[in-house]
């Protein structure tokens, strides 16, 4: 059971290039999410996604593209990297049938590291 | 004030202590609550739900006080194994798509 992947782990880029981060998820969960972690700031939502081809802004959109084609796939897309962007990021999913659709399950993160 | 407040400690108890930790939420609304444990370098991993009544999980307890909105986390016997960070998560005002909103976290160290 592969559950929730994120690809590339880790990922050296330099400022301005375009980045592309996959989540990759086995569950059919409907929901899907996209969060970036940095110390002093907790887990900070970037984009979320009901079911494919629905897609909503979080917290800190700016500078982040998502997609949404399939429903177990969800890329971020960083169009301009900056330093700022410099992060670990992480995708997560739930299943909006479950007994609680609140319940999130967190891929392993990708460690995006922009110079 | 931010919608999830946490105490980031760190928190330093010898083995087989008892710890205890509490998160604040702002939305009186919110009715979904979680404990989420993270290692250091890896992800948040759900370590529990937490029901109105409170709910046990072998040496973990959950509470839910609606009425200082607040929520509780308690570690019997706390072992090595227990040193990480957890994170209190709560489902945020008039959120939709089951979006939840993070405290930042309280450290927990465990010293033999």
């Known amino acids: 059971d592969a559950g929730i992947t994120q690809s590339p782990r880790y990922k050296i880029t330099e400022t301005g290039r375009q980045v592309t981060l996959m989540c990759h998820q086995t569950?059919?969960?409907?929901?899907m999410f996209w969060y970036r972690q940095d110390l002093g700031h907790g887990l900070r939502l970037i984009y979320y996604s009901a079911a494919a081809d629905i897609t909503d802004k979080g917290e800190v959109p700016d500078g982040y593209v998502v997609s949404r084609s399939k429903t177990e796939n969800f890329p971020l897309t960083l169009e301009s990297a900056t330093r700022s962007q410099t992060s670990v990021y992480f995708c997560?999913?739930?299943?909006?049938?479950?007994?609680?659709?609140?319940?999130?399950?967190f891929g392993p993160g990708t460690r995006l590291t922009v110079t | 004030r931010k919608e999830v407040e946490q105490d980031p400690g760190p928190f330093n108890v010898p083995e087989g202590a008892t710890v205890a930790f509490n998160c604040t939420y702002s939305n009186s609304a919110s009715q979904s609550f979680f404990w989420y444990r993270q290692d250091c370098r890896k992800e948040p991993k759900l370590l529990m739900s937490v029901y109105s009544s409170g709910n046990e999980d072998g040496r973990f307890t959950a509470q839910l006080n609606r009425a200082s909105q607040y929520i509780s986390l308690l570690i019997r016997d706390s072992k090595l194994s227990d040193s990480a960070t957890y994170l209190c998560a709560v489902n945020g005002a008039y959120s939709s798509a089951s979006k939840i909103i993070f405290g930042s976290g309280t450290r927990l160290s465990i010293r033999p």
């Open positions: 569950w059919s969960h409907s929901y």
């Open positions: 997560a999913s739930s299943d909006r049938t479950s007994g609680n659709p609140y319940e999130q399950y």
